[in-house]
């Protein structure tokens, strides 16, 4: 069956620092989707990404698609203790298929 | 509030026991999912519904486990004989597109 992977699985960066976690998936995605969840929270909707290659921007987030829609990046520029939180990617195989989560990369900042 | 809901919030039971959850979607919202989550994962995938058909179960859900959604509307999930390896968080998400997550229902099996 579908599988989406993460990578890191825990990342610790000093406040100012840049932060990318990795999403792939083992089918090609119709589209794959972003979620943050803060500690004790439940996962809040950040961004879907839909075409090929395509790059979205959030001020300091960058969400790219790769050209396959098999992998997707999120990357964070000058974190701040704001971002503490966990990442989940997600995807589904077509527009009409379940979607399935990542296990996601905890993002812990140091000050 | 206009978001997803979801009831009771917390639910401690004994092993053996039955429990059932709610969840109410964001209003024309078609496709609703469940998931459970366990500390330091993602979400699984458990069960979805495009209006009231329930379109795809996953494996993880046994017999014990059964999900419906009468009216197209709200939702439920019950599941029977409690395990404590049923511990976990349920969240339930709605969707036209993208999904919208629902507070989540902190089971906790004794």
């Known amino acids: 069956g579908q599988q989406v992977m993460q990578i890191p699985q825990y990342q610790h960066v000093q406040e100012g620092e840049d932060f990318t976690t990795y999403c792939n998936s083992s089918?090609?995605?119709?589209?794959i989707q972003w979620y943050k969840q803060r500690p004790g929270g439940h996962p809040v909707f950040l961004i879907q990404l839909v075409k090929s290659g395509e790059v979205k921007k959030q001020k300091r987030l960058t969400f790219q698609f790769g050209e396959a829609k098999k992998n997707s990046s999120l990357h964070i520029t000058a974190t701040q203790t704001t971002d503490v939180g966990t990442y989940f990617c997600?995807?589904?195989?077509?527009?009409?298929?379940?979607?399935?989560f990542g296990k996601g990369t905890r993002l812990h900042i140091l000050p | 509030d206009t978001g997803v809901s979801q009831n009771p919030r917390h639910k401690i039971t004994k092993r053996g026991q039955n429990v059932t959850f709610r969840c109410d979607p964001i209003s024309e919202h078609n496709r609703l999912y469940w998931y459970r989550q366990t500390l330091g994962q993602g979400p699984e995938f458990l069960t979805y519904?495009?209006?009231?058909?329930?379109?795809?179960k996953s494996r993880l859900l046994s017999d014990r486990f059964s999900a419906e959604r009468p009216k197209g509307s709200f939702s439920t999930l019950e599941i029977q004989r409690t395990e404590q390896g049923d511990s976990a968080m349920y969240l339930c998400?709605?969707?036209?597109?993208?999904?919208?997550f629902g507070p989540g229902t902190r089971l906790t099996v004794l």
């Open positions: 997600a995807g589904s195989g077509n527009r009409d298929d379940k979607i399935i």
């Open positions: 998400a709605s969707s036209p597109r993208d999904s919208f």
């Open positions: 089918t090609t995605l119709s589209n």
């Open positions: 519904f495009q209006n009231e058909a329930q379109l795809e």
